[in-house]
């Protein structure tokens, strides 16, 4: 193979590419010139021509991307506001001096970060970052290839499709160690990026530890690598490449050891990206070639009872499976998108063991008030919020508190999450005709004390409810709403009349999952002014009394400062001035104003306020996730108010 090393400035590729004139690319200068001269910060001159309407930012990230084999480093990183021009021109004198990556000795200076640095490349080139993991690396690539090479180029090859190897490099810009690969492996190379430190561990663990490029390779070793995720439902007759499959496993067996609740694998217009949500965090896992795209999403597909040859309709799933000895239920998700099949999974561990109604995160007073409305023998006790905040967890736990043997306990959910002891459970199948409302009817008959219905989605679910209120039964369920006043006005925006929901509506829980302080290494900070001002219901606050903490970061959390998570609610009790103010059909912000006023609402906001205060989390994380209501300004608490309410068990 011919070597070819053209590398230009961003300028002369905006010019070959036909995006600026020269009187352009002069003009520009010019001006990136002006604003040095005048000590102005330094701008780019790819974000000069953006600025005077030259191009546009669409235009420039194609450039980068289209030619991230031709472009300079240093020009890179400039374009994108890294380093300024003074920084490249000194790290390029060294580079002279010390014969050293330039990266490399951008990153000792401390000018930026070697996360920094990948990051950069990966977005503005679109060059995949991809973790050298034993569950990704197809060991057949690396047959005849030295452990030493390898170490020695820091790079390893991951996948092949063709004559295309994708190698996951420390320096995926450098022409020529390409140029070695592609004479070695006799293929053309797609560069990935991974640190050199990722890249050591990886090459460690595929060729000592698990030695999977030996003649004979530990099989035992590699598959406890990559092997642990057993399926516990018989897959299709779908044949699959033994690697496709083994990638598949590896992106689930490991989401699910780091505490991920949803995998995201997602095809983009150049790779394929995999991404985590961990404590409510969406968080980059690793990208993929894109050519593993359509395999990988048949493999899951296969699995999970979905129709393998449509890929342009969406479909759900659902799949069990054991990992690490534990059983978890996996629901699911391909959406056809513009580039290929988007999968989302969520991970729900089948547990017998509930948690606790005292361990679900509730302040003492709205844990006390909750169990109060649920010991009522009759009335509808909702919990409402967004997706994923946890209202399952909450009416579980619910129901295990009230479970006893003088109760009859009945369940009509969608899916079944939890196996009860004691509690008889239903699952809708609208295939079959079981839909909530008809599941209710056959309920009725059973002799319940105790229904529990899943979620209210449509008017019928709702009339189902409401009527089965109206018999005398007690009734738990969950409602996608904003908050408490919300899944009042939501009732009445389906079609029930105010009256049925005045009568019937016992209390509303609304809930947030918030990500709770690392305790190893928070520490203290007095908040900020425009931080304590979105607290404006409360009033005053005096931070010296209380020890607020900030995240840090450190091993123990992955440097993100957060680790696990808890609930802060709200709780309305709907008492005869929130009833008549339901009955007069009149706007949210009056309810929400009735009911701190006569049933001592205490908002979320100022839940969360409370936890800040006790070291669990910080008013930023709270800030990020609970909505605002400027009318609960009107009736402020102050701090030492909120604290103490919060703290007493009613």
């Known amino acids: 193979m011919e070597r070819q090393d053209s ?3 961003i300028g002369e590729l905006l010019i070959q590419e036909g995006y600026l004139t020269e009187r352009q690319l002069k003009e520009a200068i010019l001006r990136q010139q002006q604003e040095q001269t005048e000590c102005t910060a330094y701008q780019p001159l790819g974000e ?9 930012r669409m235009d420039l990230e194609h450039i980068l991307r289209k030619h991230k084999k031709r472009i300079q480093l240093g020009d890179l990183l400039t374009n994108t506001g890294l380093l300024t021009c003074e920084q490249v021109n000194e790290v390029l004198e060294l580079q002279k001096m010390q ?19 990948i990051n950069s490349l990966s977005t503005q080139l679109g060059i995949p970052k991809i973790v050298p993991s034993a569950g990704i690396v197809d060991p057949s690539i690396l047959k005849g290839i030295s452990k030493t090479f390898l170490t020695k180029n820091e790079c390893l090859p991951v996948s092949r499709d063709g004559d295309i190897v994708t190698v996951i490099m420390s320096d995926p810009l450098s022409d020529e160690k390409i140029y070695t690969l592609e004479n070695v492996l006799k293929c053309k190379v797609e560069p990935a990026i991974a640190s050199p430190d990722e890249i050591m561990k990886g090459i460690k663990l595929i060729y000592d530890e698990l030695g999977m490029v030996q003649a004979q390779p530990d099989l035992k070793a590699t598959k406890s690598a990559y092997r642990s995720l057993v399926i516990t439902e018989t897959p299709t007759g779908e044949h699959f490449e033994e690697n496709i499959v083994k990638v598949a496993n590896y992106i ?33 896992k690793t990208d993929l070639p894109l050519h593993m795209a359509s395999a990988l999403s048949s493999r899951i597909k296969a699995v999970s009872g979905m129709d393998v040859t449509d890929k342009r309709k969406h479909q759900d799933g659902r799949l069990g499976a054991r990992v690490m000895n534990k059983a978890f239920d996996l629901r699911i998700s391909a959406y056809a998108s513009l580039s290929g099949e988007a999968i989302t999974i969520r991970i ?31 009335g509808t006790v909702m919990v409402t919020g967004p997706s994923g905040c946890g209202k399952t967890t909450t009416l579980y736990a619910a129901l295990h508190f009230l479970n006893d043997r003088e109760k009859k306990i009945i369940t009509v959910e969608d899916p079944i999450e939890y196996t009860l ?21 056959s309920i009725l008959r059973q002799d319940p004390d105790i229904i529990m219905v899943g979620e209210i989605r449509d008017k019928d679910s709702a009339e189902a409810v409401i009527e089965t209120c109206l018999t005398g039964h007690k009734v738990l369920t969950s409602f996608h709403t904003e908050d408490t006043i919300g899944a009042l006005l939501r009732l009445l925006d389906i079609g029930i009349e105010t009256f049925l929901i005045s009568s019937t509506v016992m209390s509303v829980l609304s809930q947030r999952l918030v990500r709770t302080l690392c305790p190893y290494c928070r520490t203290e900070y007095t908040p900020s002014e425009e931080v304590l001002a979105a607290f404006d219901s409360i009033s005053p606050i005096n931070v010296d009394r209380f020890n607020f903490t900030t995240a840090t970061g450190c091993l123990e959390c ?21 009833r008549d103010a339901i009955l007069s059909r009149t706007s949210s912000g009056n309810i929400r104003h009735i009911a701190r006023k006569s049933a001592q609402l205490i908002s979320m906001r100022e839940d969360g306020f409370f936890k800040a205060t006790q070291g669990l989390t910080t008013l930023e994380e709270i800030v990020r996730l609970v909505p605002y209501h ?18 007493m068990a009613e």
Do not use: W
Request: glycine content about 8%.
């Open 348 to 378: 729900l561990p089948k547990q017998s063991i509930l948690m606790d109604i005292d361990m679900i995160g509730l302040s003492p007073r709205n844990l006390t008030i909750f169990k109060n409305m649920l010991k009522i023998p009759s």
């Open 558 to 578: 992955n440097n993100t400062g957060y680790k696990g998570r808890t609930a802060i609610s709200e709780i309305l009790v709907l008492n005869n001035d929130v």
């Open 421 to 441: 002891a004691g509690i008889i459970q239903g699952q809708i199948n609208e295939k079959s005709g079981l839909t909530y409302k008809t599941c209710i009817k």
């Open 252 to 284: 689930i067996t490991n989401a699910i050891s780091e505490g991920a609740t949803d995998i995201h694998i997602e095809p983009l217009e150049n790779m394929l990206r995999v991404r985590y949500r961990i404590d409510g965090i969406l968080r980059h």
């Open 48 to 56: 000069i021509c953006v600025k005077l309407k030259f191009i546009t």
């Open 7 to 9: 590398r230009v400035k």
């Open 99 to 117: 014969g050293q990556r330039f990266g490399k000795i951008v990153i000792d200076l401390g000018y930026i970060s070697e996360a920094d640095l």
């Open 630 to 647: 400027e009318t609960d300004a009107m009736t402020p608490y102050s701090a030492d108010d909120i604290v103490s309410l919060l703290q």
